[in-house]
């Protein structure tokens, strides 16, 4: 199992920044764990904004590309992500998740774990 627990939501003004946690543990956070931050705004689908792999590399998705930063932290058995979000827009409103997928070498399909996640709201 792989926990993950987001924190650090709230309100911002348009243009302003907001940094939010995600703490991953468990027994079965490894090596091959990707953990990545998704959002799912009203009555749209969920969609992925960035992913870390194991070895550090950040990607992130064009629609935050340039505003958007993911530092991480590690120690021992558990991983902290960040996501520092700068120059926010009203269309940054959603629920912020974070998401591991699990998949050590001979696994046909890797296993999903999500966290509860933590609402973000930009005004205008």
């Known amino acids: 199992q792989v926990r993950l627990v987001e924190s650090g939501g709230g309100s911002v003004s348009s243009g302003g920044s907001l940094k939010l946690s995600c703490v991953a543990s468990g027994p079965s956070l490894n090596q091959y764990c990707t953990i990545s931050w998704y959002r799912q705004a009203a009555e749209k689908a969920r969609e992925p904004i960035s992913s870390?792999?194991?070895?550090?590399?950040?990607?992130?998705a064009y629609s935050v590309e340039g505003r958007f930063t993911f530092p991480e932290d590690r120690e021992d058995a558990k991983r902290t992500l960040y996501l520092q979000m700068n120059d926010q827009k009203s269309d940054d409103t959603a629920k912020y998740y974070c998401r591991a997928a699990c998949k050590p070498p001979g696994w046909i399909t890797a296993e999903i774990y999500w966290g509860q996640g933590t609402r973000v709201t930009v005004s205008p």
């Open positions: 870390i792999m194991y070895d550090g590399t950040p990607t992130a």
